[in-house]
């Protein structure tokens, strides 16, 4: 069964500095840079109603599903009014209302970030196309596809102007999991998945050294397997939408399909091995009768 209690109190590997917090928050980042922790989250305020609803969710990046990332032009005026160029008028009131209602978003508008070709919004919305577009997407069922595409679009909202954020992961989990609660359509279950994919999303490169970390997150859902392939997915949008590190690293790609998502997959069932033996002796260990 899932843990819903993942965020607010999950162990992560020491030699980044994390700790287990006591008053079971989420996990905190020890970093001399303050400016710069899982505590450290742009603020956003936004209509409690606004956010997209299911089906909604699916028509709209329906319509950005073919959106030139190239020549799309995003600008805020000061009363946050968004001027589009390189879209037609379908994509450009989809994007619009993405901008809208997603909580946070409007604030990436041409924020720069390190090694990448596009500014943040632009990445989002690319990342976003590219999970809508992938094949294995249209096997997911409505549901879980809302419950990706949340965390697309909610991806990099953390991620800090200019240079390498390491931490926006877990500073994207966390915002996530906070704003989603606020809307009554995502229930626990549903916000605890949407921050674990974000939470995880650089498991390729992370799983030369966090394997078991990682493994051990996926786990604690409720569908591992499927959960692994929304993971994949997601981890494949985010280096589509970088075709600057795909030029220079190929075989990203090919080392999700061929190594990371394996690897996830065998830690699992060895877990779930284990947890079926250590069962299994407990109900064969003879205890005294207590009186």
Do not use: W
Not at 116 to 127: M, Q
Not at 213 to 240: Q, R, S, V
């Amino acid at each position: 069964m899932i843990d819903n209690d993942y965020v607010k109190n999950t162990i992560i590997n020491s030699k980044y500095g994390y700790k287990r917090s006591s008053n079971l928050t989420l996990p905190v980042i020890q970093n001399y840079d303050l400016s710069n922790t899982i505590n450290t989250v742009f603020n956003c305020t936004y209509p409690m109603t606004n956010l997209i609803n299911h089906n909604e969710l699916l028509n709209i990046v329906g319509d950005i599903s073919d959106v030139n990332f190239d020549t799309l032009q995003i600008f805020k005026t000061k009363n946050e009014y968004l001027k589009i160029e390189g879209t037609n008028k379908k994509q450009t009131q989809a994007l619009k209302k993405i901008f809208k209602k997603i909580p946070g978003l409007i604030n990436t508008i041409g924020r720069t970030q390190q090694g990448h070709c596009y500014t943040v919004d632009k990445h989002i919305l690319a990342v976003t196309k590219s999970v809508y577009n992938d094949p294995e997407f249209k096997e997911l069922n409505n549901h879980d596809k809302k419950l990706l595409l949340t965390a697309a679009l909610m991806h990099d909202i953390q991620k800090n102007e200019g240079g390498r954020d390491t931490y926006h992961p877990q500073k994207g989990a966390k915002f996530a999991y906070q704003e989603l609660g606020k809307l009554p359509e995502y229930n626990e279950e549903d916000r605890t998945t949407i921050s674990n994919l974000i939470y995880n999303h650089h498991f390729n490169a992370n799983i030369k050294d966090d394997a078991e970390e990682i493994a051990k997150l996926c786990a604690k859902e409720k569908e591992p397997d499927k959960f692994l392939k929304m993971l994949k997915i997601l981890g494949k949008a985010d280096l589509n939408g970088n075709p600057r590190i795909l030029i220079t690293h190929p075989e990203f790609l090919t080392k999700i399909e061929n190594t990371s998502i394996p690897i996830l997959k065998n830690i699992i069932e060895n877990l779930n091995q284990y947890e079926e033996t250590m069962k299994n002796q407990l109900l064969n260990t003879p205890f005294p009768f207590i009186s």
